[in-house]
């Protein structure tokens, strides 16, 4: 497999966390169903390429490159809808920006664009016509620059920590899949896959602030398991490193012996390692996914071992509240008791 399909194989295989993550949470809300729409052609994008270029689709790469770039359009326009649901609050009545999509199919389906697609010994190179690039950037400048705008008043204007965050990811992905895209657009920018890696880089991001900065509302039990399944995971992968080393210098061959020895001292080894290892680095990552509520979490959890040595009920509402209300980022609190 060549690295100009590996690239967007990776970028692929990327998303299927987010899709995880989204169906195990449920119900789901509207901004739950917009990231829903981005993921799919954000996938399909991938995916089609990688097939493409492996020469797996269907052997005719003008239908393939129509086909790729008809479903980047859609995921760019996805993408626009997604990201401005932070910013607008209400349903969009008339979504105008699909009508550039059925431009670029209609355009596609009749043979306009692209004007060329050569096949050369470094790759694939696309000739999409001057105009067509002055349309797709105008496009793209047009709703770009209005989401960026939108999005940074948003930054500016909200007293919420949590909700700058997530802006501040959300720029982050922008800026990582235009710059890509625009690289694309280069006259060798085809030949590889750069845009993919843009691509992957918005996986990667949307990844991590889901999990950290709750881009979405997901279940602390889902982010755990999470946590547990790397930890798991990362034991596993070094058991069968271990085991191939042992096939590929050790002269040991694959057999039911074998693989019944591996078993044997594998799993004993990944519960070990998981719970001595692993326990010191669950509570850093889960410190990294939390933040810096991570430390006000743990006094709390310190104060509510001892609190049957405190002897004041102001004592207790004073520190209770401070505790609380700094690990869940609430700005006001108050510490109701029955009266006596």
């Known amino acids: 497999m ?39 052609p954000a996938l399909l994008w991938s995916l089609t390429t990688f097939l493409s270029r492996s020469g797996l689709l269907f052997q005719n790469n003008l239908l393939e490159v129509k086909i790729v770039l008809c479903i980047a359009i859609w995921m760019l326009i996805q993408l626009h809808y997604f990201v401005s649901s932070f910013y607008q609050s209400g349903r969009i009545k008339i979504p105008l920006a699909y009508i550039f999509l059925i431009i670029t199919i209609v355009l596609a389906a009749t043979g306009y664009i692209p004007h060329s697609v050569e096949v050369t010994a470094s790759g694939i190179s696309v000739d999409y016509g001057p105009w067509n690039v002055v349309v797709f950037l105008a496009f793209l400048f047009i709703v770009g620059i209005k989401d960026i705008y939108s999005l940074i008043q948003r930054y500016r204007l909200s007293p919420d920590p949590a909700e700058r965050n997530q802006i501040f990811y959300l720029l982050a992905a922008i800026t990582s899949l235009t710059a890509f895209m625009l690289g694309s657009l280069s006259p060798r920018g085809s030949e590889f896959p750069v845009s993919h890696i843009g691509n992957l880089g918005v996986a990667c991001v949307f990844a991590y602030a889901v999990v950290a900065h709750r881009l979405l509302d997901i279940r602390v039990v889902f982010r755990r398991a999470l946590i547990a399944g790397v930890l798991y995971g990362s034991g596993l992968g070094i058991v069968l490193l271990v085991f191939w080393l042992a096939q590929k210098f050790g002269g040991v061959e694959p057999s039911i012996a074998s693989l019944t020895i591996a078993i044997a001292w594998g799993i004993p080894f990944i519960f070990f390692l998981s719970h001595t290892v692993g326990a010191r680095w669950r509570a850093k990552i889960e410190e990294a996914f939390v933040g810096a509520k991570y430390s006000y979490r743990r006094e709390l959890f310190q104060f509510i071992t001892r609190i049957h040595n405190i002897r004041t009920m102001e004592e207790v509402g004073n520190e209770f509240i401070s505790l609380i209300t700094q690990s869940i980022d609430c700005r006001r609190a108050c510490f109701l008791l029955p009266q006596t």
């Open 2 to 40: 060549s690295v100009d399909a590996l690239v967007p194989l990776i970028a692929a295989i990327a998303y299927i966390p987010l899709f995880a993550i989204l169906f195990s949470n449920r119900p789901w809300q509207r901004r739950h169903r917009l990231f829903l729409l981005f993921l799919i």
